[in-house]
């Protein structure tokens, strides 16, 4: 899935808009019939979400011991940061490591899945 983000510091509120299903994947199917789910998965697929930064930096996953330290000297993740963060896996820069929405996770902070670490 791919969208464009854009954070709102003050709601502490991360907004997704222009979400596209960029692939999907029925392994269990055969293809026409994978097809149809895929078309199916977009019909479900909303215009907006609007999610939590806090629930957003959750899935963030954490940096190694040393980064983490200084990551908390310098204040944490900041929404700038992560706004600038989301907008680069947005435009697919390879620059942008932090970010990453794998597989069988809840979707975009929709629960039922687990988090990275």
């Known amino acids: 899935m791919t969208g464009t983000t ?16 960029t692939n999907s994947y029925f392994p269990d199917r055969d293809p026409a019939t994978s097809a149809k789910m895929d078309q199916l998965l977009r019909t479900f697929v909303p215009p907006v979400v609007n999610i939590s930064l806090e629930r957003v930096v959750a899935y963030v996953p954490k940096p190694q011991a040393q980064s983490l330290n200084q990551e908390r000297s310098s204040g944490g993740i900041s929404s700038e940061s992560l706004n600038s ?19 069988s996770g809840g979707g975009w902070g929709g629960g039922g899945g687990s988090r990275r670490r």
């Open 6 to 21: 854009n954070v709102d510091n003050d709601k502490h509120l991360v907004t997704v808009y222009g979400i596209q299903v």
């Open 85 to 103: 963060e989301m907008q680069n896996r947005q435009r697919g820069e390879t620059s942008s490591q932090n970010w990453q929405h794998g597989g």
